[in-house]
């Protein structure tokens, strides 16, 4: 854990250690190299990290919130891409682990054997439509870290789709950063296979919004980490009229302020739920999972607040790190420009500012926009 976060008890630890020294033996900068994303992914969930946050009864690791979060910001440090797909994998098991129909697919999720890239259907990003019981249009960007994901879309109020690669053409989209996500837009193929269709009820949207909230605020704070820490050790590394740059106050000042933004990204991404007060999130009925807490408008409002405070810390920061860098912050040579790209394409992936939109409507009492209404 970075030195801005919060205590951890000896298993949050000791999964620190493991991810560290795992990203340590992996050393590589991912791009869309399909089978290197593919490889990483399945030898974290050989270690039992791609779903750990998942429910046990669903085949998943059954740890809380606060261990879930903590997996996925030290994803967020090397890897965001793969922090952002494990985020998508455990809301994909929290919706369809319960269903029998999908038993195959949730036990594939965990394995990384398959992807599911999930989005929330009132987007203006998704551009589908329901006639004659037929599903039809596009999907304008997905972040799946896979060539041929599942699309799990999360409806109005309590349903949701789930579509299979065979009914999808994919093309791929140029963006700044997150390599290895294998960013792409979808659309849905004339003919549809029979069976490529699923269309559910009685799914806790609400509690796979927050899952995906939650997730994507602890990659950004895991993303701001990484800058923060890579700005103070190049300033203490890099000498300058014959002392370290440490030694000016106005790169003391930026450093400390690149620390403070980065504490309070992490405490938000990691904040206990008032209901629970043991820092793993409400365990509830779930047998782990930790997607609990408070629910309705103020859970809303507040994982909204996490995750928009994480992506827009993490995006200051990276760029204060790499001024901090100089002109060699520019640099390919060293990491702090791929962390400002990571942290511009996160928040993006994420896509805060259409979930702003949906929770200011439902803080007054109002259902989410429909097209119609934005024409």
């Known amino acids: 854990m970075s030195r801005f976060g919060p205590a951890l008890d000896e298993e949050q630890r000791d999964l620190v250690a493991m991810l ?17 994303v593919g490889g990483l992914a399945t030898e974290l969930a050989e270690l039992g990290v791609w779903t750990i946050g998942t429910d046990e009864r669903h085949g998943g690791g059954g740890a809380g919130r606060l261990t879930t979060a903590v997996a996925m910001e030290r994803l967020g440090r090397a890897w965001p891409a793969l922090g952002w797909a494990a985020t998508q994998a455990h809301a994909a098991v929290d919706v369809l682990g319960g269903d029998d129909r999908f038993a195959e697919v949730v036990a594939a999720v965990h394995t990384a054997a398959v992807a599911i890239a999930v989005v929330d259907a009132t987007s203006p990003q998704v551009r589908l439509d329901w006639s004659a019981d037929a599903l039809s249009g596009s999907v304008d960007r997905i972040d799946p870290a896979a060539e041929a994901p599942y699309l799990l879309l999360l409806g109005d109020d309590d349903t949701a789709v789930l579509v299979g690669p065979e009914a999808m053409t994919a093309r791929p989209l140029e963006r700044t950063g997150l390599g290895g996500a294998l960013t792409r837009s979808v659309r849905l193929k004339d003919t549809v296979p029979a069976g490529a269709v699923h269309r559910m009820g009685n799914v806790d949207v609400g509690a796979a919004r927050t899952r995906l909230r939650q997730g994507a605020a602890a990659v950004a704070a895991g993303i701001a980490g990484a800058a923060a820490d890579a700005a103070a050790a190049y300033a203490a590394e890099r000498h300058q009229f014959g002392g370290p740059l440490t030694d000016l106050p106005t790169v003391r000042q930026s450093l400390l302020d690149q620390a403070m933004r980065t504490s309070v990204a992490l405490a938000m991404a990691f904040a206990a739920d008032e209901s629970d007060g043991d820092g793993e999130g409400d365990r509830g009925d779930n047998g782990g999972g930790g997607v609990g807490g408070v629910g309705g408008v103020e859970g809303s409002v507040r994982t909204l607040a996490a995750v928009r405070h994480a992506c827009d810390a993490a995006i200051e920061v990276a ?14 040579e060293y990491p702090v420009e791929r962390h400002l790209r990571d ?22 009492g109002l259902g989410p926009l429909r097209e119609a209404e934005a024409s």
């Open 20 to 36: 560290d020294a795992f990203v340590a033996d992996h050393d590589v900068v991912l791009s869309d190299d399909a089978d290197v």
């Open 319 to 332: 760029a204060a790190a790499l001024q901090s860098h100089g002109g060699y912050g520019y640099l390919a």
């Open 343 to 364: 942290a511009v394409s996160l928040r993006a992936a994420t896509d805060t500012q259409a979930a702003t939109a949906l929770t200011a409507r439902t803080l007054v």
